[in-house]
């Protein structure tokens, strides 16, 4: 993604080129390159800049004392990250950013977003700022949902059958590989491939790759 394309990204939603470029002068604007698994923000640290990609991919993962990784999010291209700590920035970071790939990512001020006076644009990145923090909310409180079972196959089946209502049918395509679904689920991932193979033995589904198809109607599912 070129700089010009920023009025395409939810953040600069509405914006003109013109006003686009006078948002990167306001807000700080800062360019940097990353590379796969560079960490781009670490944990324990206080930030004022949240992440845009440009190129790439990122993941948001906690690690526990114990060495314990869950993966709580990726942002790819025209994603913004850390926006929440950006606008808290007496707050310690809770989770690392990491780059699953690589690519560039544009820092931006968080506080003028925070406080817009009468320029209308910076109004508006401020409302698409809470229109993204909202969904980002709303997307954490569907991640709860997914873990809440207690078992393995209680957790697939919670979150294949999000996913199967997001695209309105039974085939689906993963957003993540194997290791990254059982960090985002918080299960290991030894023990979700064999529930995955029970699962397939018992004709309840087909996994090729990230590929999935279900058998039978979620509901219908046992837990």
């Given at each position: 993604?070129?700089?010009?394309?920023?009025?395409?990204?939810?953040?600069?939603?509405?914006?003109?080129?013109?006003?686009?470029?006078?948002?990167?002068?306001?807000?700080?604007?800062?360019?940097?390159?990353?590379?796969?698994?560079?960490?781009?923000?670490?944990?324990?640290?206080?930030?004022?800049?949240?992440?845009?990609?440009?190129?790439?991919?990122?993941?948001?993962?906690?690690?526990?004392v114990w060495?314990?990784?869950?993966?709580?999010?990726?942002?790819?291209?025209?994603?913004?990250?850390?926006?929440?700590?950006?606008?808290?920035?007496?707050?310690?970071?809770?989770?690392?950013?990491?780059?699953?790939?690589?690519?560039?990512?544009?820092?931006?001020?968080?506080?003028?977003?925070?406080?817009?006076?009468?320029?209308?644009?910076?109004?508006?990145?401020?409302?698409?700022?809470?229109?993204?923090?909202?969904?980002?909310?709303?997307?954490?409180?569907?991640?709860?949902?997914?873990?809440?079972?207690?078992?393995?196959?209680?957790?697939?089946?919670?979150?294949?059958?999000?996913?199967?209502?997001?695209?309105?049918?039974?085939?689906?395509?993963?957003?993540?590989?194997?290791?990254?679904?059982?960090?985002?689920?918080?299960?290991?991932?030894?023990?979700?491939?064999?529930?995955?193979?029970?699962?397939?033995?018992?004709g309840l589904?087909?996994?090729?790759?990230?590929?999935?198809?279900?058998?039978?109607?979620?509901?219908?599912?046992?837990?």
């Amino acid at each position: 993604m070129d700089i010009q394309d920023l009025p395409a990204t939810p953040l600069f939603r509405g914006l003109t080129a013109g006003e686009a470029q006078r948002a990167l002068t306001a807000l700080d604007a800062r360019r940097q390159t990353f590379q796969k698994e560079e960490l781009l923000l670490q944990a324990g640290h206080c930030i004022t800049h949240m992440g845009l990609v440009l190129k790439g991919r990122v993941h948001i993962e906690h690690l526990d004392v114990w060495g314990s990784k869950t993966l709580l999010g990726q942002a790819g291209e025209g994603d913004l990250f850390a926006e929440t700590y950006a606008c808290l920035p007496q707050e310690a970071l809770l989770v690392n950013v990491m780059a699953a790939s690589d690519g560039e990512a544009l820092f931006l001020a968080a506080d003028r977003l925070l406080h817009p006076g009468s320029e209308p644009w910076l109004q508006r990145m401020a409302q698409n700022l809470l229109q993204i923090a909202a969904r980002k909310n709303l997307g954490l409180a569907r991640r709860n949902l997914y873990t809440a079972p207690k078992t393995i196959r209680g957790r697939v089946m919670a979150y294949f059958s999000a996913l199967a209502v997001k695209n309105g049918g039974l085939r689906f395509t993963l957003p993540f590989d194997r290791q990254q679904l059982a960090d985002f689920l918080g299960v290991d991932r030894s023990a979700l491939s064999s529930t995955l193979s029970q699962m397939q033995r018992d004709g309840l589904l087909t996994l090729k790759q990230r590929t999935v198809e279900l058998h039978t109607a979620p509901e219908d599912f046992s837990l």
